[in-house]
Nanobody, 115 residues
């Protein structure tokens, strides 16, 4: 059974940091592009960052310079280090694992940035 389980969300003050983790079960992880998406209230889900199976990364403009995505294939885990958090980063953050034949989503973890 495939599962993506996010953790690490919470409440943080503006300017602070959080590290999200997404642990994957199943054999798909190492061959997948893993990504973090977010959805704020009343807005569409948007890509934050993704990382290919070979380690290449891609960031939304809003994340560049502040967020870092990484993966540990030995642990089947993808991370999102978020620094200098802003109020507008408040959202539910979702982990995604995508390949040629699959597209898996986690249940999401809430990140709330307060002033």
């Amino acid at each position: 059974q495939v599962q993506l389980v996010e953790s690490g969300g919470g409440l943080v003050q503006a300017g602070g940091s959080l590290r999200l983790s997404c642990a994957a079960s199943g054999s798909f992880f190492s061959s997948s592009t893993m990504g973090w998406y977010r959805q704020a209230p009343g807005k569409q889900r948007e890509l934050v960052a993704n990382i290919g199976s070979g380690g290449s990364t891609n960031y939304a403009d809003s994340a560049k310079g502040r967020f870092t995505i990484s993966r540990d294939n030995a642990k089947n885990t993808v991370y999102l280090q978020m620094n200098s958090l802003k109020l507008e980063d408040t959202a539910v953050y979702y982990c995604n694992g995508r390949g040629r034949w699959h597209d898996f989503w986690g249940q999401g973890t809430q990140v709330t940035v307060s002033s």
